[in-house]
């Protein structure tokens, strides 16, 4: 990117131009992240409707394509309202801190080899400390609101966040032990060679765990007990009107695609070929590695969004049982399993 | 001034406003919130001392694991801070004096005459492409991987312990077995019963429609 700016930019100083160029690439991620959550959402009425047999939205615009403008245009000229007694600050500053920590990690995300913000050493630590801030921002919504169910969705949610963030964290291990490093580009470029090199294979259990947990992480149906409209109406967001509401759905659709995008890297190849090693491989070689990167996400999404038509809401004590005594002890055993293969050189993944 | 030190000095002294309001503000849901900005300017600082990796860990298990507990904790009890105030200008003196012993200790300890300039030179500036991650983990594994283990263990058998000692099982509670839930055949809560089909003969309209006189005949 910068060699592509440089004859515009080329008489300024070296850091100036650095700045330009990074501000440049953080408005173009924003920009994308921000129109993948607005037709996130359509496709996710889209996808539902055809799965429970209806048509979806099909009003506004050909096909009800233009459906996500209009609903933002419909919450910004709605009313914000404050409930009575509430912590004000803290009560406008809790949609703006889950959406900062939603937006935040794509900093580290490689979306092609060296196509990335901040190429830092420790991306993997990063992007899970962003997510454990983003945790304060439900938390404090709840919190702030001063009602009792909003109170009650941020508790549930301070309490399932907390363990399914260990879950994920130790499946993260098990990825760190195969690719010795954490730097995102570097754990893409250790699964190179073939669809079997990529670590869904060998970490398997960690795949699932790492994938369902992020689930939970989301807040997504089946474990949105966080919201649970049946319940406690609407949770932690009950409180939130207009422009206040729709930064917690912004928020929650980032994270989605944030999960999705995560998966891929970790362990779905990130922007390799799926083809590479085999004889399709000079058939698609001149694919940009970004198209598989976006087509993982895509998959991934699509994921999120059956597991929403498909179950029912996990029971909130059925939740912690399973992040506390079944996933965890899970990625745990694996770790101890991924020694064995490492020490044993096993297989082309640990050589 | 260079750039690294303006960012210093604003990381700096954010550092100690925040502190200073952990323990001034009364609102104890704010003094948690404090804490949270105290330790992610801490882990700006040590990053901007190229120690990223332990920044970024500060921010993962302070900010993300203790500090969500501790305020899960503040905000479900209802602390009445009035009564903690009573005693304060009574207490005033001894607290002042404690503090101040502190401040004498620290400063003889980690002052200017221990850890300044002429003892601990400024170190040369790690030269680009420096792991600090692996340099760290090589360090923890081999020198003092006793310690580490050891320590490691010690949070361990800690953990246990506090878990057997605050677990008790009340016996007016109602507990679930998901394994047994999970275990249940179709025998054990559903009965089919056959029944001989009987043809339905209604009598008359008006002993169907009229309310009380409900014998409806099967």
């Known amino acids: 990117m910068t060699e592509f700016l440089s004859p515009v930019l080329g008489w300024l100083p070296q850091t100036i131009q650095f700045l330009i160029v990074t501000l ?15 037709y996130l959402t359509y496709a996710e009425r889209k996808v539902i409707g055809y ?301 | 001034m260079s750039f690294e030190k303006i960012l210093f000095y604003i990381l700096a002294s954010i550092t100690v406003i925040t502190a200073l309001r952990v323990i001034t503000v009364k609102n104890p849901v704010h003094a948690a919130l404090f804490l949270v900005l105290t330790f992610f300017s801490t882990a700006m600082i040590w990053i901007l001392l190229e120690a990223e990796f332990l920044g970024i860990v500060l921010i993962l298990v302070y900010v993300g694991a203790v500090m969500v507990l501790f305020l899960f904790v503040v905000m479900m009890i209802d602390v009445n801070m009035a009564p903690m105030r009573e005693g304060f200008i009574r207490n005033l003196p001894v607290g002042v004096f404690v503090a101040l012993v502190m401040i004498i200790e620290l400063a003889l300890v980690v002052g200017p005459s221990v850890f300044g300039l002429q003892s601990y030179p400024a170190p040369a500036p790690a030269p680009a492409g420096t792991n600090n991650t692996l340099a760290l983990g090589q360090v923890l594994y081999t020198d003092f991987v006793y310690a580490f283990e050891i320590a490691a263990f010690i949070l361990l058998v800690a953990i246990v312990a506090a878990i057997a000692l605050s677990q008790r099982r009340r016996s007016d509670a109602k507990y679930q077995d998901a ?19 009987v043809k339905a003969v209604v009598e008359s309209a008006e002993a169907v429609q009229s309310p009380e006189g409900g014998e409806k005949k099967a």
């Open chain 1, 51 to 351: 799965m429970q047999v209806r048509l979806g939205p099909n009003r506004v615009g050909p096909k009800g394509l233009l459906q996500p403008i209009a609903d933002v245009v419909k919450l910004m000229f709605k009313e914000i309202i404050t409930p009575a007694v509430a912590n004000r600050v803290i009560f406008y500053a809790a949609p703006i801190i889950i959406l900062l920590a939603a937006y935040v990690a794509w900093a580290v995300i490689p979306f092609d080899d060296g196509w990335v913000i901040a190429d830092v050493n420790a991306g993997l630590l990063y992007v899970l400390a962003v997510g454990a801030a983003g945790v304060y921002g439900v938390i404090l919504a709840g919190w702030a609101s001063n009602s009792k169910y909003a109170l009650l969705g941020g508790m549930r949610s301070a309490a399932h966040k907390v363990a399914y963030e260990l879950a994920m964290g130790f499946a993260l291990v098990g990825v760190l032990m195969a690719s010795n490093s954490l730097n995102l580009g570097e754990i893409v470029r250790g699964q190179s060679g073939s669809i079997l090199h990529w670590y869904w294979l060998p970490l398997l259990p960690m795949f699932a765990v790492y994938f369902i947990s992020g689930v939970a992480e989301t807040n997504r149906a089946p474990f949105d007990i966080a919201e649970g409209e049946s319940e406690i109406v609407a949770g932690f967001h009950v409180e939130y009107s207009g422009m206040g509401f729709a930064l917690f759905m912004l928020a929650e659709y980032a994270n989605m695609i944030l999960i999705s995008a995560l998966t891929a890297l970790l362990f779905l190849g990130g922007w390799l070929s799926p083809f590479q090693g085999t004889f399709l491989e000079p058939a698609f070689a001149l694919v940009p590695g970004i198209v598989w990167f976006l087509l993982k996400i895509a998959f991934l999404l699509f994921l999120f969004l059956w597991f929403r038509a498909t179950f029912p809401r996990y029971r909130y004590d059925q939740i912690m049982r399973l992040g506390w005594k079944v996933f965890i002890p899970v990625t745990v055993l694996w770790i101890f399993v991924e020694g064995v293969f490492v020490y044993f050189k096993l297989g082309p993944w640990f050589s």
């Open chain 2, 179 to 197: 394994a047994a839930q999970a275990k249940v055949r179709r025998e054990d809560r559903l009965r089919i019963v056959s029944m001989p089909a």
């Open chain 1, 24 to 38: 440049i690439q953080i408005g173009i991620i924003i920009l994308g992240v921000t129109l993948a959550v607005a």
